[in-house]
């Protein structure tokens, strides 16, 4: 008697991948992945090559981890992915703290943000 697998959360034409923990805000997050969302998968790898964005490193990890997934867990075709979701949420935040004038001091927040990446596998019509 084994563990029993887990359900699918994506389709069956479909392989994601989550970045859970990628430093800084997830107002600038949703600005990269605003870039790639409904996007061929290769366009959007080099829209995130190019992008000045710093965040736009760590969403192209996580765009090649998904595809990586797609290609090798659930044999999709690669030239055929898009990515179909970016959606972005709020991490873990962590709170410092600055010293300011006469002996009180000031917050400074370092949040976190988390992306999930969808990839569907298009059928040519």
Do not use: C, Y
Request: proline content about 2%; aromatic content about 4%.
């Amino acid at each position: 008697m084994g563990k029993q697998a887990n359900p699918r959360r994506v389709e069956e034409n479909e392989a994601f991948a989550v970045g859970s923990s990628i430093r800084g805000s997830a107002q600038k997050l949703n600005l990269v992945a605003g870039l790639i969302r409904g996007k061929k998968a290769e366009e959007a790898l080099n829209a995130l090559s190019f992008s000045k964005r710093a965040m736009a490193v760590d969403v192209k990890k996580v765009l090649q981890s998904a595809i990586a997934n797609a290609e090798n867990n659930h044999n999709l075709d690669i030239d055929a992915l898009v990515v179909s979701e970016a959606s972005v949420g709020k991490a873990l935040t962590m709170k410092r703290w600055r010293a300011r004038a006469r002996g009180r001091s000031a917050r400074i927040v370092k949040p976190f943000s988390r992306i999930r990446i969808v990839v569907r596998e298009e059928e040519d019509a």
